[in-house]
């Protein structure tokens, strides 16, 4: 619900949280409250605190979220304020604050969003030039955040790198500006665009958590500030550091969203509300239903063939697969005159179906694989270029690149200039024909290079034209299901989250380590978006050794695929695999729409109406979990049956005294099943 509470003050209201915006003495839109909810009166009693979208200019000292030159040289914003419009839905809402600039020609508006049922506040920023002379921006952010004056401020984000992403720190805040960003061109492996304050005195379910998550996936930046007096807040937005744009006459700018979330229930209170929100408001296809996959990647690589394809296909429809995709190596090449896809040096461009490894074209193996009850999907990565290519040699013009600069190939791979609208319009028919001509469900769309060379103009558009291609996929081909990749979790953030039904989480499938990297994608990203497959032991990566069992228990938290080399797996395998895979898709619905509650580092709990689903893990011998784990969010006076044992708890006990845990002494992990009777 948003209100116009009194002159130049605003309230926006969801479930828990309230957020009040208020004019300043020189119509600097600024924040006044962010926490729980207030009446309209409270929020009348409040003064104006840090800015919206601080700007340079005046006495500001501070992170500028809006940087902009007018021709004269002159910078910076005095603010106008010109009105505001309210569309208000049944309890969501939608308020634009309509500012200008006091003397120059630009236009600035700040939207705010709420939907009904749902505690996120979605904020964004739109510049427009309505003068006859162009405009620099330096920066525009989409939104700056504030939080109320606290001692002892601490940062949660994730950091990490291929292989390692999303490993969670939790930091004092320091008093100094905290930058955390990505100049890569996607949102990157080290860091990814969300950020959380607490007071330091939050746990996982107790105590107020701010954060904030962009829907972006090219550079990002987001600062926190913080004053000796402990004040504190962020700015962020897309682009980074350095890099500029030139806004025309008549041209308008609009920023990606950044959302914030708001709980005074702890971590865990936060990671539900965003997992709500993701859920039913940002995911493309809400509710669709994850089928369990199998993809081909590490147990073939490179040596993609139909035979190969077709015996891992049989296996995979044996044990219960729903889905079966051919990752990289499946294309390109011309018998005689150039090199297909048979390893990281050539192919990437030539996107028809390699002639000698599928004489037919992909057809007799979509066929094979429907024939066996299994949707079929393919990887591709449209961006990128091989200098060993047939599209290169054709068109060296599209390849990403700087006039009188070095050109950088990351995997012996180039980037094509995306930003062009012939590239975007080329990809967009390859990848419509592909799917328009064969029987694809699922496109896996990878990105396994960073973007280097790019000009001023491209790293928006870039991303901007990546969006549409796949928008446009998806609104023709509706049935048509995309994870996106970047090596792994190199591209996961809302903006891809709001085209794509999955997230490529980690190429590590350790599952020991695996644990840490899901831990930190679940802060944010719902279980649902979160592919996990069940590889070979010893893992391919690491070289670690796990039993069946845990390789599926940590999978099963998640998405749920298969990776493994099947015809390697022995009879027992591929038995005890099948009775996991239809213990997975029994618990499926509980794990990716149910509440996702973390029982310390190593086990979770899913719970979805009288549905109780909890997987534990004992990753390494050295780490004797052995205590009974307590339950969350349980009714106390209720009762609840283990399916498993027969065995009835009571709720209040389940919380208090934890889940009885008969492990054996060289188990390693455990799925619980328990369900209301009473
Ligand atoms: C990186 C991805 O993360 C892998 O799963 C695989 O698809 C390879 N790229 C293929 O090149």
Known sequence: MIDHVGPGLWLLTTPTCGYAVRLGPDDAPC?????????????????????????????????????????????????????????SGHDGGHLTIRMADRHYPLEIDLHYRVRPGDDAIERWTCLRNTG???????????????????????????????????????????????????????????????????????????????????????????????????????????????????????????????????????????????????????????????????????????????????????????IGVELFVVDDGWFGGRPGAFSGRTGETAGLGDWWPDPERFPGGLTPLIDHVTALGMKFGLWVEPESVNPDSELHRTRPEWVLRQRNRRTTEVRDQLLLDFSRS??????????????????????????????????????????????????RLRADHPHLMIEGCASGGGRTDLGMLARTDQIWASDNTDPAQRIAVQHGYGQIYPACTMGAWVTDSPNAITSGRAPLDFRFHVAMAGALGIGGDLPRWDADDLRQAKELVARYKEIRPVVHDGRLDRLGDWAVQYTLGPRVVVLSWRPTTLIRVTAPVRLKGLDPGGRYRDEDTGEVHHGALLMSHGLPRPWPFDATSELRRLTRVG
């Open 31 to 87: 924040c006044a409250h962010w926490g729980p909810r207030l009446t309209p009166d409270q929020a009348r009693a409040l003064p104006p605190g840090r800015a919206e979208l601080p700007v340079e200019g005046g006495g500001r000292f501070g992170v500028a979220g809006l940087q902009v030159r007018y021709g004269d040289a002159v910078r910076g914003v005095e603010w106008r304020h010109l009105g505001d419009h309210i569309d």
């Open 132 to 318: 006859d002379e162009p405009i620099t921006i330096l920066r525009c952010d989409s939104a700056a955040w504030t939080v109320p004056p606290r001692p002892g401020y601490r940062l949660s984000h994730v950091t990490g790198e291929w292989g390692g992403e999303f490993q969670v720190r939790r930091t004092p805040l320091a008093v100094a500006e905290t930058t955390l960003t990505s100049r890569r061109g996607h949102s990157g492996h080290h860091a990814n665009p969300w950020v959380m304050l607490d007071a330091g005195d939050a746990t996982e379910d107790h105590g107020e958590v701010w954060s904030a998550a962009l829907a972006w996936s090219g550079s990002w930046r987001i600062t926190v500030e913080h004053d000796h007096d402990g004040h504190a807040g962020w700015s962020g937005g897309f682009g980074h550091d350095g890099v500029t744009r030139r806004l025309g006459p008549g041209e308008s700018l609009e920023t990606p969203v950044f959302t914030g979330v708001y709980s005074a229930e702890g971590f865990g209170g936060i990671s539900h509300r965003w997992h709500d929100h993701i859920r039913r408001h940002v995911l493309p296809s809400p509710g669709r239903i994850r089928p369990v996959i199998y993809n081909s990647w590490e147990a073939v690589g490179f040596d993609v063939t139909q035979a190969r394809q077709m015996e891992l296909a049989e296996l995979a429809a044996d």
């Open 422 to 471: 012939d590239v975007a319009k080329w990809a967009h028919e390859w990848l419509d024909d592909l799917v328009t001509r064969n029987d694809i469900a699922f496109l896996k769309w990878d990105m396994n290079r960073p973007v280097t060379e790019a000009g001023d103009d491209v790293w928006i558009p870039f991303v901007r034209n990546v969006y549409a291609v796949i928008d």
